[in-house]
């Protein structure tokens, strides 16, 4: 029998799209006829209320979401009150909005007001020019009370002042560094591109700023900025009118109370203004809209940016509004995972259109109108300015807007979005390809064979192949990851070789890694105490360890990583404690706030106290401060984490002065020194084998050990406990256990995955043959809750520490392998949710969210079967 042609053209239909489709996705079929994509959102929009009691004309108005207190608070310029700046604390239920007094926070003429929630102070700053006071920038902290939708300021503070006339502003705050970063347009410098680094105090209401730095010595305008959670960069979009007034952005950096900036990267080579951009953090990328003036109609326009170290590159620009787009602002859904654009569409009225990010592609929906908002005109587009954020609670969000004719009181309202329902009857197929709304559709249906299927979050942990990195017995495995080089550094003991401390690099690619030549860097045994930590600041890897090549000392050694080769060298070893440091007790952690590495350890030269010291990294050595005691008693099983939200670190111990029982405490980095606050006690039976780790999704440490004496009668089963850290204080929940049997191995050897927002927990269970074993944990609230246990190594597993490559978004394990003759060995884990390529032969179904998935959602629609990495035949 021969077929001709292509056996599924008679399983296609053809329909008009509504709204935007992408190639690959699965399409609904409309009451109307019409196609739309598969989790197209519904919205509803709330009727408006007026900023000011009293009605009078207001502008240059903001809006920020304040996650402490569940408010958003409108910032604006009230005419009727002799243009002083204003604010007014609203609160969101369903659509309706309900708004406090208005609250001046400054008594005085201001124009281009911007602002930004500061989640470590819990505080709002607004960012503002002063037309009364020299026409200088300055920022306000106010601090809202929920109970009557009030909010109070402190003092406002300077940040561009003298001869200076503060233009174009913008503000972020960067939740790495926990600090507020304002850029804007320098008069008193020729406009330029100048951005500082602001320090929130919640005491009293104050903000202290570094010193200004330039980002673009040519005149800039139509400034935006966001910060990329991901790479940890703030990203500033301007016009750069030194550049024929082209779209650039520009990376930038926060260290402490300064800023540095890469080199600006064009994104649209035209004439361009009102940029503004948001942080898609579900495709960790960069969404920027801006004016394209080059265009008769000044067409509203978006860019999807990926940074990469300090730079940032584009995919292809694309139109969303055919029309004159005025007054912008943006937000991102993580509801929707979708970025929300607002507009002044040709005339007055404010619309809306949702974007979806593919890779370094963008795509629209269909432009809504927001009843009742509407926008003034104004031809330097920035007096009238439509404002809007997204309520990460209630998943709504709130639309501040000024009055079309200018009489009146702006107004603030709530705007929800939601996926349209998804049934086995109107799922029709998947689009044969991308198409704009109005256009005629190719929907691959029943039996067609349906191509260029986008990858599918997986359902179940995934495992790379197992490398070997040392063909020796290895033991007191640790490992970092260099974000600079973005490299994974692996260290051990090397029992081949006399039981050297040794260093090997590796690269991470797909599921794969390949590593370099191992290098020592103690030529002395490092017996039982070995960490390494990766510091930021001097983007050198730092190496904690015993050396008992001299009398036990703990010692430290600088090692720099050529990613070239994938190799390390080291400078020379310094020791930190003249005296022996107890067993199983050494650990390293980085502080990013004061930009120090800090070693806890046991003295066993002070009765095995636990004790901490600071280090400095200069060049390729280390320096260090005078040790400081945190527990008096018998400190061993330690672990520490960096909390970079409270700019705190965390130590976590078994305390043989309290009955073994499982404490931890809280310590401040001030210059070379440290201090604590009070023990907390987060286990009261005997804890053994503890790993800390930082969850920088809910500002929260979880805390993984093994526990004796468990109510159902097993010991050292495994345990987690979610710790919250207030001040120089820790408290915890309940514990909750994830693996009910003997769980040993575990000490330092969890690690967070920031692109799923989850922790992998490695051990030996020796309920399971002594397997080594991992289990991810995701924290909600003050509790944890755990997915199912994942074999890594069919044999007895031991010392296998996980550190998260954010390069590559995969997580890596290094473990001695005792089916192996004790091979030091790495692998790649993909946790459930990564998103790969589809499975050959595996059913798939359909989403609400219009996305594929391996299990059945609720309803249960199948989407079809695969027959390739991305085709699939549908509903097959």
């Known amino acids: 029998m021969r077929s001709v042609g292509d056996i599924a053209l008679d399983a296609e239909v053809r ?142 503070v300077a940040f561009n002042s003298g001869s200076s006339s503060t233009n174009e502003i913008t503000i972020t705050f960067d939740n790495n560094s926990n600090k507020v970063v304002i850029a804007y347009q320098d008069g008193g410098n020729s406009n330029a591109g100048t951005a500082i680094v ?8 104050s903000i202290s700023f570094g010193s200004e730095a330039v980002f673009d010595s040519d005149s800039t305008s139509g400034t935006g900025s966001t910060f990329d959670s991901s790479n940890n960069k703030v990203v500033i979009v301007y016009r750069d009118n030194g550049n024929s007034s082209y779209g650039t952005a520009v990376v930038a950096t926060v260290s402490g109370t300064s800023i540095s900036f890469g080199t600006p990267v064009v994104y649209e080579s035209a004439n361009c203004s009102q940029n503004v951009a948001s942080f898609d953090t579900s495709n960790n990328k960069v969404v920027i809209a801006y004016r394209d003036t080059s265009t008769a109609d000044n067409y509203g326009t978006g860019i999807v940016g990926t940074v990469s170290s300090t730079s940032i590159s584009f995919g292809t620009a694309v139109v969303f509004n055919t029309a004159s787009t005025n007054n912008m602002d943006i937000v991102f859904s993580t509801q929707l995972n979708k970025t929300l654009i607002i507009y002044q569409d040709g005339g007055t009225v404010v619309n809306g259109i949702l974007a979806t990010v593919s890779g370094t592609s963008i795509s629209f929906g269909s432009e809504f109108a927001l009843s009742g908002a509407s926008s003034g005109s104004s031809s330097s587009g920035q ?32 705007h929800t979005s939601e996926f349209d329902p998804l049934t086995s009857e109107n799922f029709i197929g998947i689009a044969n390809a991308a198409y704009a709304d109005g256009q005629k559709a190719t929907i691959k249906t029943t039996g067609s064979i349906a191509r260029n299927i986008p990858q599918v979050a997986s359902a179940s942990n ?63 045994s490092i017996d039982q105490n070995n960490s390494v930590v990766f510091d930021s600041n001097s983007n050198k890897i730092v190496v904690a360890y015993e050396d008992a090549g001299n009398s036990k000392h703990g010692t430290a050694i600088v090692g720099t990583v050529d990613p070239s080769d994938n190799s390390i060298s080291f400078g020379s070893a310094v020791v930190f404690e003249s005296a022996e440091v107890n067993n199983n007790t050494v650990i390293a952690t980085f502080d990013s706030n004061s930009n120090k590495v800090v070693i806890s350890y046991g003295d066993a030269g002070n009765s095995n106290y636990g004790t901490s010291i600071i280090g400095t990294v200069s060049g390729t050595s280390i320096s260090f401060g005078t040790a400081v005691v945190f527990n008096s008693g018998t400190s061993s099983q330690t672990s520490s984490t960096f909390d970079s939200n409270s700019n705190k670190v965390v130590i976590a111990y078994k305390d043989g002065g309290n009955s073994n ?68 204080d820790i408290s915890f929940g309940t514990p909750v256990i994830f693996n009910d049997a003997v769980t040993t191995y575990l000490r330092d050897q969890s690690s967070f995955n920031s692109n799923l927002n989850k922790h992998i927990i490695s051990y030996r269970d020796e309920g399971n043959s002594n397997y080594g074993t991992l289990i991810v944990a995701t924290i909600s609230g003050t509790s944890v809750s755990f997915g199912s246990e994942t074999v890594y190594e069919s044999g007895a597993g031991y010392y296998g520490p996980t550190t998260f490559d954010s390069n590559a978004n995969k997580t890596v394990i290094a473990y001695q392998d005792g089916a192996n003759d004790q091979y030091g060995m790495a692998r790649i884990l993909s946790p459930a949710g990564t998103p790969e390529d589809l499975t050959i032969g595996q059913q798939y179904f359909v989403q609400t969210d219009g996305t594929l998935g391996t299990s059945a959602d609720d309803p249960s629609v199948i989407a079809g079967t695969a027959i390739g990495t991305s085709d699939i035949i549908v509903k097959g």
């Open 462 to 524: 995934a495992l790379g192949t197992a490398v070997v990195f040392e063909s020796a017995n290895s033991s007191y495995i640790a490992a970092t990851f260099d974000s600079n080089s973005n490299r994974v550094v692996i260290t051990y003991r090397d029992q081949g070789n006399s039981s050297y401390g040794t260093a090997v690099v590796g690269s991470v690619s797909g599921t794969s890694i390949s590593l370099g030549t191992p290098v020592v860097f103690e030529s002395a």
């Open 383 to 414: 007096r009238i300015k439509n404002g809007i954020d997204f309520n990460t609670t209630d998943n709504n969000f709130a639309i501040v807007s000024s009055p079309a004719d200018g009489s009146s009181s702006g107004q603030v309202f709530a």
């Open 15 to 156: 329909a008009i799209a509504s709204g935007a489709i992408t190639d690959g996705a699965p399409v609904l079929v409309n009451a109307d006829g019409t196609v739309s994509l598969a989790g197209t959102q519904s919205s509803a929009v709330g009727a408006s209320v007026n900023l000011t009691s009293g009605g009078t004309r207001t502008d240059f108005t903001s809006v920020s979401y304040d996650s402490n207190s569940n408010r958003y608070v409108a910032f604006f310029r009230d005419y009727g009150n002799s243009n002083y700046g204003t604010a007014t604390v609203a609160s969101v239920s369903g659509t309706t909005t309900t708004v406090g007094s208005s609250v001046v926070f400054v008594s005085g003429e201001v124009r281009h007001i911007q602002s930004t929630f500061d989640s470590n102070s819990n505080r709002v700053v607004v960012a503002y020019r002063n037309d009364a006071s020299g026409d200088n920038g300055f920022a306000a902290v106010g601090s809202v009370d929920p109970s009557d939708n009030s909010i109070s300021f402190g003092t406002p």
């Open 198 to 205: 602001g320090t929130v105090d919640p005491s009293d209401n």
């Open 661 to 728: 029982n499982g404490n931890a405490i809280v310590g401040t980095v001030s210059g070379t020194g440290i201090s604590f606050g009070s023990e907390a006690t987060f286990d009261s039976a005997t804890i053994n084998y503890i790993s800390a780790s930082f969850d920088t999704n809910s500002n929260k440490v979880l805390l993984a050990y093994s526990r004796d004496d468990n109510p159902d009668g097993t010991n050292n089963a495994g345990f987690a406990v979610v710790g919250t850290v207030s001040g120089t």
